[in-house]
T-cell receptor
Framework: GAVVSQHPSRVICKSGTSVKIECRSL??????MFWYRQFPKKSLMLMAT?????????EQGVEKDKFLINHASLTLSTLTVTSAHPEDSSFYIC??????????FGPGTRLTVT | GQQVMQIPQYQHVQEGEDFTTYCNSS?????IQWYKQRPGGHPVFLIQ?????EVKKQKRLTFQFGEAKKNSSLHITATQTTDVGTYFC???????????FGTGTRLTIIP
């Protein structure tokens, strides 16, 4: 099946710093990628839809200035958590949609803000 | 907004017993997908159902999509230790590519 990678897999940063997470579709082109957030033992919550060449669409309650999304190419989307705070600590997962509208998930990035 | 609920939240079964998780949407869905997430892992796509009343099987797993396209179920026959994980349903509405994930059912197996 299709492969989606995320980098880094785990990151620890200090409060006030920014962190960039990359999501890549390795063997297919993805015009649309999705960014989710998952708290421990909870479900996935969609944060935003990332479209190649256009602005991301954010879900209600998600601050677009805090979670910057850039979908620069058909295989890469980035999520930057700006001025991170401890409450931003979470598991961030991206997914990429192929032409058959199936979503393939990346392995996730565990962010810890100290 | 759309809500997708799953029951039960947790299920502990003896190895070899059957397991079922139920998924209910507050709105009619265009399709429903099922995912499995192992502890510490990421969601892995299992299947997609599109048609009203559709039933699909994958070995010991049986997936159903309700006639009204608002509910779905996943049934596992004769569970094995490899079935451990959280099972999520995820639905999307007509004309909307976004997936709304269900609350998940965490399955643990007693050997």
């Amino acid at each position: 099946g299709a492969v989606v990678s995320q980098h880094p897999s785990r990151v620890i940063c200090k409060s006030g710093t920014s962190v960039k997470i990359e999501c890549r579709s390795l063997d297919f082109q993805a015009t649309t990628m999705f960014w989710y957030r998952q708290f421990p033992k909870k479900s996935l919550m969609l944060m935003a839809t990332s479209n190649e060449g256009s602005k991301a669409t954010y879900e209600q309650g998600v601050e677009k200035d805090k979670f910057l999304i850039n979908h620069a190419s058909l295989t890469l989307s980035t999520l930057t958590v700006t001025s991170a705070h401890p409450e931003d600590s979470s598991f961030y997962i991206c997914s990429a949609r192929d032409r058959a509208y199936e979503q393939y998930f990346g392995p996730g990035t565990r962010l810890t803000v100290t | 907004g759309q809500q997708v609920m799953q029951i039960p939240q947790y299920q502990h079964v003896q190895e070899g017993e059957d397991f079922t998780t139920y998924c209910n949407s507050s709105t009619t869905l265009s399709n429903i997908q099922w995912y499995k997430q192992r502890p510490g892992g990421h969601p892995v796509f299992l299947i997609q159902l599109v048609k009203s009343g559709e039933v699909k099987k994958q070995k010991r797993l049986t997936f159903q999509f309700g006639e009204a396209k608002k509910n779905s179920s996943l049934h596992i026959t004769a569970t094995q230790t490899t079935d451990v994980g959280t099972y999520f349903c995820a639905g999307s509405n007509f004309g909307n590519e976004k997936l709304t994930f269900g609350t998940g059912t965490r399955l643990t197996i007693i050997p």
